[in-house]
T-cell receptor, first 111, second 116 residues
Framework: QQQVKQSPQSLIVQKGGISIINCAYENTAFDYFPWYQQFPGKGPALLIAIRPDVSEKKEGRFTISFNKSAKQFSLHIMDSQPGDSATYFC??????????FGQGTTLQVKP | GAGVSQTPSNKVTEKGKYVELRCDPISGHTALYWYRQSLGQGPEFLIYFQGTGAADDSGLPNDRFFAVRPEGSVSTLKIQRTERGDSAVYLCASSQGRGTRNTEAFFGQGTRLTVV
């Protein structure tokens, strides 16, 4: 199966700091790159997504940076808050709508 | 309901038994996906339905796993002769239409399956 490699596995950030999570993918046919947020006992929920025709997308405190030539994309969480503590998954999606997820990053924001 | 509903939320079964996991997608969503999430891992694709038909079942690990969606709405994931390695959270997601444009996938809360 096509892989999506995510790093770091875990991240601890002080309240107000910037959280950065990185992902790398292999298949250039993917055309949609979402980030999902998952709280314990819940299903993943879409946080923000980008298509490969743009290099950056910002929604509130969340920004995706996309580097098509390097086949990498990252999530930046500005002014991180304790309520952002969760597991974050990057994913890629091909033409059937099937999502391929990274391994996840557990974020802890300390007050 | 407003979201994707999965039942039961938890299921404990003995090794060798048969189990069924149910998914009620968002009303009107024609695409339905099953994923499996092992502890500490990202969800892994199992099967995709477009309407009543399985458009992609390439993620089903073996022939003990089977899924149906007879009326194009509710889906059931069926696991025969369960093994301890089947223990995981089984997630269902649904989205509008086919293809990739403007088709966000909405996930249910999952069914936690434990095989003892």
């Amino acid at each position: 199966q096509q892989q999506v490699k995510q790093s770091p596995q875990s991240l601890i950030v002080q309240k107000g700091g910037i959280s950065i999570i990185n992902c790398a993918y292999e298949n250039t046919a993917f055309d949609y790159f979402p980030w999902y947020q998952q709280f314990p006992g819940k299903g993943p929920a879409l946080l923000i997504a980008i298509r490969p025709d743009v290099s950056e997308k910002k929604e509130g405190r969340f920004t995706i940076s996309f580097n098509k030539s390097a086949k990498q994309f990252s999530l930046h969480i500005m002014d991180s808050q304790p309520g952002d503590s969760a597991t974050y998954f990057c994913a890629t999606r091909g033409n059937t709508g099937k999502l391929i997820f990274g391994q996840g990053t557990t974020l802890q924001v300390k007050p | 309901g407003a979201g994707v509903s999965q039942t039961p939320s938890n299921k404990v079964t003995e090794k060798g038994k048969y189990v069924e996991l149910r998914c009620d997608p968002i009303s009107g969503h024609t695409a339905l996906y099953w994923y499996r999430q092992s502890l500490g891992q990202g969800p892994e694709f199992l099967i995709y339905f477009q309407g009543t038909g399985a458009a992609d079942d390439s993620g089903l690990p073996n022939d003990r796993f089977f899924a149906v969606r007879p009326e194009g709405s509710v889906s059931t994931l069926k696991i025969q002769r369960t093994e301890r390695g089947d223990s995981a959270v089984y997630l269902c997601a649904s989205s509008q239409g086919r293809g990739t444009r403007n088709t966000e996938a909405f996930f249910g809360q999952g069914t936690r399956l434990t095989v003892v």
